[in-house]
């Protein structure tokens, strides 16, 4: 005698014609994949107790409602965020939101240089660290529409606009030229710091929330490249053979540094959803060797012309697309992701 699946299986709401089938007095956990359960209003025949007697001992385990309020908890901002992506224009009021943040945020660490309290040069390379990587840890807070990369994007846009009109001299601003370029001189600003924002504009326009090479890109270049500097300083007395300017210790910051922040982006961003086709377990062997590749090509000595902030982020970029889709080939059993395929994997 066949039996047929219960629709309340896939709809809680729906559920009330069938609570004699649950146990008294306990709600079925909406966060937890539901047993195949049939019942006797789906079917003419006989009812199979097993799996109702199985949910019945979950639901009231004290672990299974333990584990079942959690998920409550977990996903109760999830629900608040996606609530008010539905807002009228709230992409713009987000972006209006971060970059008062962004202002905020340099100012903080231009008093703590005024003050004394940070070296204007380690006050510059810690914006240098966390602006990005701030930046990044806002684009899950943009909606869903088509439009929202093009607003996020906007907010390093404003401070490219700065830097080019300060940069230029057609405004003047001591305090930016100060805080911003090593030198003092403002022509500075038109370099790297100009492609910080070059590098965050196109990481967000070209790759989004969708591809991982943006966010190992931002990582390299901010994460990476702004730690091997620091702690170069400090710790780095062996240099490198094929560049004195350069040390093990700064090349192996930049190297473990990197591999954290774009291996704790990629975590976040799977977590949300966004990167279903590429679980961090399968991609950290092959992130390792993108890693590694900026790390190398940021230890030869041509940072003299060719800039770091379009050197690192350029080969993180590069070596994403063409190691990572590997990874994901080895999760989603896709045959030889493309380039263009990888474009579609979020």
């Not at 994949?33 to 949910?55: D, M």
């Not at 914006?127 to 929202?148: K, N």
């Not at 591999?259 to 377990?281: E, P, R």
């Not at 080969?315 to 896709?334: K, N």
């Amino acid at each position: 005698m066949q039996l047929s699946r219960c629709s309340a299986r896939h709809n809680v709401a729906s559920r009330p014609a069938c609570s004699s089938t649950w146990a008294p007095g306990v709600k079925p956990c909406p966060f937890r994949p539901l047993p195949i359960v049939y019942h006797q209003h789906c079917t003419s025949g006989p009812v199979p107790v097993q799996p109702i007697a199985l949910h019945r001992q979950y639901a009231q385990s004290s672990a299974g409602q333990q584990r079942c309020s959690r998920q409550r908890v977990q996903a109760a901002p999830l629900e608040v965020l996606a609530d008010l992506k539905a807002l009228p224009n709230w992409d713009v009021m987000c972006a209006a939101g971060v970059a008062a943040f962004a202002y905020i945020w340099v100012k903080v660490f231009d008093g703590l240089a005024s003050r004394g309290v940070l070296s204007q040069k380690l006050s510059r390379k810690l914006v240098h660290i966390t602006s990005g990587p701030l930046f990044l840890l806002t684009w899950p807070l943009f909606s869903d529409l088509p439009t929202a990369r093009y607003i996020a994007a906007f907010i390093p846009s404003l401070n490219l606009f700065r830097l080019l009109a300060v940069g230029s001299g057609a405004v003047p601003d001591p305090g930016l030229v100060k805080s911003v370029s090593r030198s003092g001189d403002s022509h500075e600003l038109l370099k790297g710091p100009l492609y910080y924002c070059l590098v965050l504009i196109g990481a967000t326009l070209a790759y989004w929330r969708n591809n991982p090479a943006g966010l190992v890109a931002v990582s390299m270049m901010c994460g990476g490249d702004g730690l091997a500097d620091i702690i170069g300083r400090k710790f780095g007395k062996a240099k490198l053979p094929w560049n004195t300017n350069k040390s093990w210790a700064g090349s192996g910051a930049m190297f473990l540094a990197g591999m954290i922040f774009a291996a704790g982006f990629i975590w976040v961003f799977s977590s949300l959803g966004y990167l279903h086709h590429f679980q961090l377990h399968a991609v950290l062997p092959y992130l390792a060797a993108v890693c590694g590749a900026c790390t190398f090509v940021e230890s030869l000595p041509v940072n003299t012309w060719f800039d770091d902030n379009l050197s690192v982020p350029l080969v993180a970029v590069v070596a994403s697309m063409i190691v990572l889709p590997m990874a994901a080939t080895a999760v989603s059993g896709l045959q030889q992701p493309s380039v263009l395929q990888m474009f579609h994997m979020g």
